[in-house]
T-cell receptor, first 114, second 116 residues
Framework: AQSVTQLDSQVPVFEEAPVELRCNYS??????LFWYVQYPNQGLQLLLK??????LVKGINGFEAEFNKSQTSFHLRKPSVHISDTAEYFC????????????FGTGTKLQVIP | GAVVSQHPSWVICKSGTSVKIECRSL??????MFWYRQFPKQSLMLMAT?????????EQGVEKDKFLINHASLTLSTLTVTSAHPEDSSFYIC????????????FGDGTRLSIL
């Protein structure tokens, strides 16, 4: 069985400040890890993914995440946030790639303060 | 552009009505599609896995007779909420992935279902 834990339900941060959204996972097999963003009343947009290879993954909109196997973490970071980054962010894990079942975390609401 | 289209985006209807939601993969054939449900301020919960040409696989606790899934073609899966009641009000999202691919699923924009 696999699971995802997002410890922070809400993260307020001032505009142009850095931010880190935390994600920890558990899985009995090799994992594929994802971060998605959801704007109000919309579906999910993929920010970035880790399938294999380099543990530092760069995504869209200036986001990046680092896969840490020993700490079973996949934290999302951005060095300088914008008002437009205000949204819900979901960490997700799959043990078999996109065509397999994906388990989502409970989400972190990023609130950028002007 | 969008690779998964979901329709309608918003539905308001009376209690007891059946509602059909469509999920289409636009530029690839999806042998597998997924249906999720999301309550306000909560995460996505997988309801079922839709397999083209065969019966859907439902997650534990999801009523098969309540949430009918049909995946009759490689580009279309439908979710029908039968005899909907106010507690069925939620945000429903579908996703699809390219066959035999380890690439992430593509998500539709969701359907907001409100039962009065």
């Amino acid at each position: 069985a696999q699971s995802v834990t997002q410890l922070d339900s809400q993260v307020p941060v001032f505009e142009e400040a850095p931010v880190e959204l935390r994600c920890n996972y558990s899985s009995s097999v090799s994992v594929y890890l994802f971060w998605y963003v959801q704007y109000p009343n919309q579906g999910l947009q993929l920010l970035l993914k880790y399938l294999s290879g380099s543990t530092l993954v760069k995504g869209i909109n200036g986001f990046e995440a680092e896969f840490n196997k020993s700490q079973t973490s996949f934290h999302l970071r951005k060095p300088s946030v914008h008002i437009s980054d205000t949204a819900e962010y979901f960490c997700a894990v799959s043990d078999g790639g996109g065509y397999q079942k994906v388990t989502f975390g409970t989400g972190t609401k990023l609130q950028v303060i002007p | 552009g969008a690779v998964v289209s979901q329709h309608p985006s918003w539905v308001i209807c009376k209690s007891g009505t059946s509602v059909k939601i469509e999920c289409r993969s636009l530029d690839f054939q999806a042998t597998t599609m997924f249906w999720y449900r999301q309550f306000p301020k909560q995460s996505l919960m997988l309801m079922a896995t839709s397999n083209e040409g065969s019966k859907a696989t439902y997650e534990q606790g999801v009523e098969k007779d309540k949430f009918l899934i049909n995946h009759a073609s490689l580009t279309l899966s439908t979710l029908t909420v039968t005899s909907a009641h106010p507690e069925d009000s939620s945000f429903y999202i579908c996703s699809a992935s390219r066959p035999r691919s380890n690439q992430p699923q593509h998500f539709g924009d969701g359907t907001r279902l409100s039962i009065l």
